[in-house]
């Protein structure tokens, strides 16, 4: 399938495709329930990542703290004022739309490599500031203590995690959905002008900022959701979540699978997550190894250059396969 192909195709057909095999490995394989929830909540993130570098072009290394604001939101909302989940999940959106929007309206006056140590810069802050707010954050020992209602008012939230996964996977789902319609509408094409060119972009009269600054927000509603999944999913949120190893691994994730198209994302995030879940349990001290590993052979051989090689290579010896069948039969 050329990329053409797969930016034509219509936007529901991929949150229908994660949405269908999700459900299908969650009853196939039940005691997998936890890892099906990890891959959904880093899925999301990575796919809003990939909003930002991918599709803005916006190389960022704090793109964790929109995750942890999210979840540390939610978590709240659900100790002190209601344990629904959907709702949590709307506050998680709002929460890291807002910081997006609030910190983006600085950060966007840079570019480059003064944006990328900004970002970190920021990061830092929070989690400076997380760590200092013991009373609202419970610091380093995270913040738990609390418990969420059914959801929809039907189904609880049981041990074996059955509702928590397939309520990750609607959300993954919907969340893809919603990302693919912004990206594939005149407004995701306008940024996409501007990752290529803004100079281009401006002559033409786009208003780049303001445009750069909405997509970044939009990312930050992603990334809000996805840190509300997991603190509902889990009944815990940690300073880890804000904390900058967690935006080198879902860059690492964006890589693997390939910026600019959100389905690698979702490649990308269910690569390293499965890598990570393995190689963990093989040896939990070395398994960065392999990870490394894995990313070496994508920066020397990257998918957009192997498949087309590959492709050439198999339809050549399909082409001289016929020939040396009819050598054979001659007299």
Do not use: C
């Amino acid at each position: 399938m050329t990329p053409n192909s797969l930016r034509t195709a219509p936007a529901w057909r991929a949150p229908l495709v994660v949405l269908i095999l999700g459900v299908g490995v969650g009853l196939l394989l039940p005691e997998q329930l936890g890892l099906i929830v990890r891959i959904a909540v880093m899925a999301l993130l990575v796919v809003s990542l990939d909003l930002v570098v991918g599709v803005a072009g916006l190389a960022t290394l704090g793109h964790a703290a929109l995750y942890g604001v999210g979840g540390y939101a939610a978590a709240l909302f659900a100790l002190h004022v209601q344990a629904d989940p959907l709702l949590g999940l709307l506050v998680g959106v709002a929460a890291g739309a807002a910081v997006a929007l609030v910190s983006g309206a600085l950060l966007l006056r840079y570019q480059g490599f003064t944006f990328l140590m900004l970002t970190v810069a920021f990061a830092q802050i929070l989690l400076a500031l997380a760590q200092k707010w013991r009373g609202w954050t419970g610091g380093d020992d995270g913040l738990s203590g609390f418990s969420m209602a059914p959801l929809l008012g039907l189904f609880a939230f049981d041990l074996e995690g059955r509702t928590a996964a397939f309520y990750a996977i609607a959300v993954l789902a919907l969340g893809l959905y919603l990302a693919q319609r912004l990206v594939a509408s005149p407004f995701g094409l306008s940024v996409r002008g501007i990752h290529e060119s803004r100079a281009r972009m401006a002559a033409l009269g786009t208003p780049v900022r303001a445009r750069l600054l909405a997509i970044y927000t939009a990312a930050g509603a992603l990334a809000g959701a996805a840190g509300a999944l997991a603190a509902q999913t889990n009944a815990i949120i940690g300073l880890d979540s804000l904390g900058f190893g967690l935006s080198a691994e879902i860059l690492v994730m964006l890589v693997l699978g390939g910026a600019g198209r959100l389905h690698g994302a979702l490649v990308g995030a269910l690569i390293f997550t499965l890598l990570h879940h393995t190689a963990a349990s093989i040896n939990p001290y070395h398994w960065l190894f392999a990870v490394g590993l894995a990313l070496m052979a994508v920066v020397l051989a990257p998918p957009r250059v192997l498949w087309p090689r590959l492709r050439a290579r198999l339809g050549a010896a399909g082409r001289r396969a016929p020939l040396a069948s009819s050598q054979e039969v001659l007299p």
